[in-house]
């Protein structure tokens, strides 16, 4: 178990400019999900997927929002024209299944400047 | 919909002492319900969680916590916390009904162990 893995660990771009993150989930988990955590808040649910399906993706933030699970192994999560609003730390996580305990990777936190 | 409040946002304790972090939640469904640990510029570690079967559940670090459906609420306690305990713990839940799986999250108590 190597745990959930994220890259970049940071990403600072200038507003307006597009950007994607990548994480990689447990090897053995088939959900994978992402949020988005601003200071002071509790993270907040984004969109998962389970193997490569995204169930649910109404809670994206906005249409420049967008994520794939190609293969139902790794994930992205693009931001188009990003904005001062998006600076943020973004979290990966990854289950075995339906409600199991999900595992969080240490996130990408972007700075928009 | 369901919610999740954590009353407190900072909870100073003196080392050695008991603490307790309060949760309440929401929710019109039968719920799970998690605790999470997080460290400075890191991501979220599971601490103990309540699926079903017993109500007190434990951590292996001395945590546990109580699930009260009648009082909705999964308190977060420790009878002897230590400097190492200092981190941002967040509350969280589930519908157990499936739909939308991810989890929504109280705003954190940041748990503050003075020496």
């Known amino acids: 178990d190597t745990g959930v893995s994220q890259n970049p660990r940071h990403k600072i771009t200038k507003r307006g400019q597009n950007v994607t993150f990548r994480c990689d989930p447990i090897?053995?988990?088939?959900?994978l999900y992402w949020y988005r955590q601003t200071l002071g808040q509790g993270p907040e649910f984004l969109t998962y997927?389970?193997?490569?399906?995204?169930?649910?993706k109404s809670r994206l933030l906005s249409d420049r929002f967008s994520a794939e699970r190609p293969k139902g192994s790794f994930s992205t999560l693009e931001i188009q024209r990003t904005e001062q609003g998006d600076s943020a730390m973004y979290l990966c996580?990854?289950?075995?299944?339906?409600?199991?305990?999900?595992?969080f990777g240490d996130g990408t936190r972007l700075s928009i400047l | 919909a369901q919610s999740v409040t954590q009353l407190d946002s900072q909870v100073p304790v003196f080392e050695e002492a008991p603490v307790e972090l309060r949760c309440n939640y929401s929710?019109?469904?039968?719920?799970?319900l998690f605790w999470y640990v997080q460290y400075p510029n890191q991501g979220l570690q599971l601490l103990l969680k309540?699926?079903?079967?017993?109500?007190l559940v434990e951590s292996i670090n001395g945590f546990e916590a109580e699930f009260n459906k009648s009082q909705t609420s999964f308190h977060l306690r420790k009878p002897s916390v230590h400097i190492s305990d200092t981190a941002e713990y967040f509350c969280?839940?589930?519908?157990?009904?499936?739909?939308?799986?991810?989890?929504?999250f109280g705003k954190g108590t940041h748990l503050i162990i003075q020496p």
């Open positions: 996580a990854s289950s075995l299944g339906m409600n199991q305990p999900q595992h």
């Open positions: 090897s053995e988990h088939n959900r």
């Open positions: 997927f389970q193997n490569e399906a995204q169930l649910e």
């Open positions: 929710s019109s469904v039968s719920v799970y």
């Open positions: 309540y699926l079903s079967g017993s109500t």
């Open positions: 969280a839940v589930s519908s157990s009904g499936g739909g939308a799986d991810g989890l929504t």
